[in-house]
């Protein structure tokens, strides 16, 4: 194809592939007839790998990650879903990189089209295709238009509300945000308090801790963890892949991923904050390597607080730099003196391998 060309699909369920040769993120944003998202929910990447008729598929750094466009799920007064793809490295343009998008049939995997955007230099996002509806006929369409500023200049663009600015912290002096305006994404060292209407978030919360190998690297084994405190920073406890439960089932653990595969979280760990004993105020979650391998073979780990109730995400905290060591403190939980709660990010590495060699530097971090 060429930019601007277009095919008709003569199938229902399409896949469109964008390889290159470094590892690209790519994602989908389902449209409405002008032109933006209905909702974030619209946005499907690989923190949010489903939504109607739309699905992402991680290739892991070994593969293409995949768009799935179901055209008979698509929600009525969708009439767009633009396929996006950008570098995975901070700040690397598309610049002496050739991506090339593939349109398949997603049930037999044949192709119906390929599409290489011509010409590209300093962009360091893409709108590569787009599958969409005219007189009730679905279509796909080559576009390359490029993004000076990455995939959050799309996202903008097309209505995703991208780190607004109600959404991060404020200044010192300003007073602590709070989840009273939906969730919140952290820098390192920021604070939110787990209130929402004026009441402490007295209730299940669950930290979901997610990574995935750097580009075209090995499995990666990392474990997921929490080191419970006193008021002393004296250790109480830890709950890992080793002891799933403690505190009497206050804190409980998935359990162990071995390799890190796959959207979405690869742990989690749900913590009853109301059956905590009374003794315990501060929690720090970490994430080692228990294999030895650096933190600068991963991608994209972060951590996110869920209500476990709803599953709604209420704190995100996305680690952007990485350092060549084998652990680090994601993010800690500390009891106040009025019983509210609060989050701080960290993204503090230190070298250690194992949850035991974590208390020590977690308890100096408190």
Known sequence: MTPGSNIPLP?????????????????????????????????????????????????????????????????????KIVVTASPDAAGQTFQGIEPTATIRNADDGSVLATFTPPRLGAETALVVVEIYLRNGQWKARAVGQGYANGLAGIATDFGVSVEEPASAPPAPGTGKVNLDKGRVSLQKNQTVSLVKGGRPLLTQVKMGLGWEPAFRGKDIDLDASVIAYGPQRNHIDSCYFGKLTILSGAIRHSGDNLTGEGAGDDE??????????????????????????????VAKAYCRLMDAASGEELVRFDLTGAEPQTGVMMAKLIRQFSGEWEMTAMGDFVKARTVRNMVKPASQAL
């Open 11 to 79: 199938v229902v369920r399409v896949a469109v592939d964008v390889s290159a040769p470094v590892r690209l993120d790519v994602s989908g944003l389902l449209l409405t007839a002008d032109g933006k998202v209905r909702s974030d929910d619209d946005f499907i990447f690989y923190n949010q790998p489903s939504g109607p008729g739309v699905t992402y598929r991680s290739g892991n750094g070994t593969a293409p990650d995949v768009i799935t466009v179901d055209t008979s799920a698509v929600p009525p007064g969708i009439e």
């Open 268 to 297: 989690v760990i749900t913590v009853d904050l109301g059956r905590l004993p009374q003794e315990v105020t501060g929690l720090v979650f970490t994430v080692n390597s228990f294999s030895g391998q650096k933190f600068t073979e």
